[in-house]
């Protein structure tokens, strides 16, 4: 009996986690910040592209053997699927979403964030910023609803205008590296 061993040749499944959260985050903050309602389309996006498309990435990322690509995508793609439920409460007889309930969600990803960032220290400035950029984002929107101050929640769509920009910067980043063999996009 012999044993085999096989070589994944998976694609990079990064710049699609990166791209599914980078869009979801800049539609929903582009509603935080003011500039649009919250609609059909922020709630579609959170669903197909940041929760479905991230997840997938992260079961490739498994695949992979990338335990920090696997544990994040997957976890944010769970996020933005949690966050559609905790939007439409589909459940009859459980009480909608109040401030004080969504600070303390929004704090608790803020704490897993900050972990994730303090990884992202062995990994490239790029996703360095994605992570610290998040770490912020939370932290506003946790502040946001447990004070009341609308000022926070506009600020805080800003800072996720440029996570989710950092992460598509990210990804094509990767994309455009690969494809021409070396860096054009600095990471």
């Known amino acids: 009996m012999s044993t085999q061993t096989t070589q994944s ?8 986690g990166l791209l599914g959260f980078g869009m979801t985050t800049v539609l929903l903050n582009l509603h935080n910040a003011g500039f649009i309602p919250l609609s059909i389309v922020i709630i579609s996006m959170g669903f197909a592209v940041g929760g479905a498309a991230q997840i ?7 695949k992979k053997g990338n335990t920090f690509a696997a544990t994040a995508f997957t976890a944010y793609g769970f996020f933005w699927w949690s966050l559609i439920l905790i939007w439409i409460n ?18 608790l990803w803020c704490i897993f964030t900050g972990f994730m960032f303090i990884a992202t220290l062995k990994h490239n400035r790029a996703t360095q910023v994605v992570f610290g950029t998040l770490t912020i ?6 502040l946001a609803n447990f004070t009341g101050i609308e000022s926070l929640h506009t600020l805080a769509g800003y800072v996720g205008i440029v996570c989710g920009l950092s992460a598509i ?7 455009i590296n690969a494809e021409y063999g070396k860096t054009i996009m600095p990471l």
């Open 9 to 16: 040749n998976i694609a990079n499944p990064g710049p699609l």
């Open 56 to 62: 997938i990435a992260g079961i490739m990322e498994f």
């Open 90 to 107: 589909p459940f009859s007889g459980i009480n909608a979403v109040d401030p004080m309930s969504l600070g303390y969600y929004l704090a």
């Open 137 to 142: 984002l939370f932290l506003l929107l946790a």
């Open 169 to 175: 910067y990210n990804a094509m980043g990767q994309i």
